[in-house]
C-alpha cells in the first residue's frame, strides 16, 4: 500500500485538485452528509471546516465543528479509489515538491 505524506490543503489547493463533480460532492458533505456524534443526527447547520487534508492514501480528511453544537466532526471522503482524481494528486504533490 501506498505510504504517502499527509498534506494540509488550503482551500485555494482544495480547489485546484477537484474537479466539479468532487467539488460539488464535497459541498454536499460539508453542508449536509456529515454525521455528529454530539447531536447524533448530522450536522443539520453544516461544517465549519478547519481543516482538509490529503491523506496517505490520496484521500481527503475534512476536520471542523458542527456548526449547530460547535462539537468536533470529521469525514473522510474516500476519492483514493478514482484512478483520476489519484493521477491529479500525484502531479499536485509532485508539483509542490512532496
Ligand atoms: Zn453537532
Redesign the pocket.
Known amino acids: 500500500m501506498l505510504d504517502l505524506k499527509e498534506i494540509n490543503l488550503n482551500r485555494f489547493q482544495l480547489h485546484v485538485l477537484l474537479n466539479e463533480e468532487e467539488a460539488e460532492a464535497y459541498r454536499y458533505i460539508v453542508q449536509e452528509g456529515t454525521y455528529?456524534?454530539?447531536?447524533k443526527?448530522v450536522?443539520?447547520e453544516g461544517v465549519d471546516v478547519k481543516e482538509n487534508i490529503l491523506n496517505g492514501t490520496n484521500d481527503i480528511l475534512i476536520r471542523g465543528n458542527?456548526?449547530?453544537?460547535?462539537?468536533n466532526?470529521s469525514r473522510f471522503i474516500e476519492y483514493g479509489e478514482f484512478e483520476d482524481f489519484v493521477e491529479r494528486a500525484n502531479s499536485f504533490r509532485k508539483a509542490i515538491g512532496e
Do not use: A, L, N, T
Open positions: 455528529c456524534v454530539h447531536c443526527d450536522c443539520v458542527c456548526i449547530k453544537c460547535k462539537g466532526v
